[in-house]
């Protein structure tokens, strides 16, 4: 068992990783599908613009399904 000493807590927090900003990671692949390039050399913003070009109507297909469900659902809640 080790003991905790306040000059070993202070080196684990300052050494310590940060937290991540996002709750969940990206579903993304590591080479660009576009270029074909590793996407680590941010030089991507083309890239991201055609993407989203492309996924334009994918995601209003996907939004319009929710939309749908939502409407079908109805209120749980009503007064």
């Known amino acids: ?14 050494t310590g990783t940060r ?5 969940h990671s990206l579903d993304l692949p590591n080479h660009c599908d ?3 390039k590793a996407r680590s050399t941010r030089k991507h913003q083309r890239c991201s613009q055609i993407r989203q070009q492309r996924k334009s109507v994918e995601w209003e297909a996907y939004m319009g399904n929710v939309e749908a469900k939502k409407a079908q659902q109805g209120r749980q809640y009503a007064r």
Not at 1 to 14: D, N
């Open 19 to 23: 937290p991540r900003l996002a709750s």
């Open 34 to 36: 576009i270029c074909n």
């Open 1 to 14: 068992m080790q003991v905790e000493t306040p000059e070993v807590g202070a080196k684990k927090a300052i």
